[in-house]
């Protein structure tokens, strides 16, 4: 659509998914736009759906890159990977703490953590809040990770990682952002369904959702 109405509306990009991802993508039309820039202060959670598969290695971390090493992967369980998960996570707790700069010890820092409003002050490195096994059936595997302030070739290179510390390599075959902040699959249009009346029913339909995530957050 062309003409004078349209010459200043403007739309602007939430947090980017790069050529090999896929999953919610977020976008602001006009006033939206600043409603994008107040979520994204709030540094809510996303959240990915990562597959993986064992036995070899590529240039780019991912199942379509230049093979570099092949390896072997029969003594790799699920109790196996469950544990380097459970270190990872414990390692970016950690992280978090330090860069949310709140004292642990106090009455504040506990009704956050109830909340689950601990988050980082400004930026910070990529930090994983959260990371699970969801399938695992050798030589594949399926993670669930949630996550602030990182990419998703960051997330390939983690699972390049897992197979590391599990005296094997890794490489990962899909990164799907399932959530991003307050919008999740279930608020997404496939590219199908791109027309005026559904962005105008999309925008409607999370309205209030945006409406009640800053009031929680920013108070």
Not at 71 to 91: C, M, N, P, S, Y
Request: include cysteine.
């Amino acid at each position: 659509v062309r003409g004078p109405r349209f010459r200043r509306l403007k739309i602007g990009a939430g947090h980017r998914l790069d050529v090999k991802a896929s999953g919610v993508f977020v976008l602001g039309i006009g006033h939206g736009n600043k409603l994008l820039t107040d979520l994204y202060n709030c540094h809510l959670t996303k959240v990915y759906t990562v597959g993986g598969l064992f036995g070899k290695a590529t240039d780019d971390f991912s199942d379509t890159g230049k093979l570099v090493e092949k390896t072997t992967f029969d003594h790799i369980t699920r109790e196996k990977l469950e544990r380097i998960l459970a270190v990872i996570q414990g390692t970016n707790h950690k992280a978090l703490l330090m860069h949310s700069n709140i004292d642990m010890k106090t009455q504040e820092a506990y009704e956050l953590a109830v909340k689950g409003l601990i988050h980082p002050m400004g930026k910070s490195p990529p930090i994983i809040t959260a990371i699970r096994c969801l399938q695992f059936g050798l030589p594949e595997f399926q993670l669930e990770i949630h996550c602030l302030h990182e990419t998703q070739q960051y997330l390939r290179k983690i699972v390049h990682e897992i197979g590391l510390e599990l005296k094997s390599s890794a490489v990962c075959t899909q990164v799907r952002r399932i959530r991003d902040g307050v919008f999740t699959l279930d608020d997404a249009l496939l590219r199908t369904q791109w027309n005026l009346q559904n962005i105008q029913n999309a925008i409607w339909d999370c309205q209030l959702k945006v409406k009640t995530e800053l009031e929680r957050t920013l108070g």
